[in-house]
């Protein structure tokens, strides 16, 4: 049970992750039919002699075989459009952080704030306090305010990176060079996890990436100091 219960979508985050999470379980259940219906006309040719001396042609079925088909990519290609533009809409951004991709941390750049930039490293495994992951936890995590517009500009310094934290639905190339941008709503408080999803070196498993959401008050408290 332990196996199964990880083969999922981790809980989302974001209101973004939310339509991803519906998108896979609507084209799931797409799959899911057309299996059946396959399945179902296989067990049916094995268990008849395909013997019918009247049947000359069959353009019913020809017809059906070809509808069906195009009907089924039309219900999986328009919720795909329209969650490919919510991706890459940014809305209004209240706040503007940018991140760097070094070999092998990431430093963060929060524009709309003077002198406000750090370093984020992996912590050690033999400083990690209780309830920490290994491998998964930082000395300087990212603190966003949750239910506000964040606008990410994500960038490399030296070879290609990758920023990505699956509970948000996010992953944005950082190429040397280059600015990719993507947009973030937190919609609940907690700690979410992400790595760098480009194969960028030696150290590249272990540039860990940590945001923490937190209320927009305690957001302001952390500015202060």
Known sequence: MATW????LQDSSSPLMEQMTFFHDHALMILVGITILVGYTMMSAMNNKLLNRNLLEGQ??????????AITLVFIALPSLRLLYLMDEVNNPMITIK?????????????DFKNLEFDSYMKPTNELEENEFRLLEV?????????????????A???????????????IDGAPGRLNQGSINLSRPGLLFGQCSEICG?????MPIVVESVS????????KN
Do not use: C
Request: aromatic share 14%; no cysteine; proline share 4%.
């Open 5 to 8: 219960s990880n083969i999922n």
């Open 60 to 69: 019913t079925i020809e017809l059906i075989w070809t509808t069906l088909p």
């Open 99 to 111: 991140a760097v991709g070094h070999q092998w941390y990431w430093s963060y750049e929060y524009s």
């Open 139 to 155: 000395d300087n995590r990212t603190i966003l305010p949750m239910n506000t517009q964040v606008r990410i500009l994500v960038t």
């Open 157 to 171: 310094a030296d070879v290609l990176h990758s920023w990505a934290i699956p509970s948000l639905g996010i992953k």
């Open 202 to 206: 030696a150290n590249h498993s272990f």
């Open 216 to 223: 927009l008050k305690q957001f302001m408290n952390w500015l």
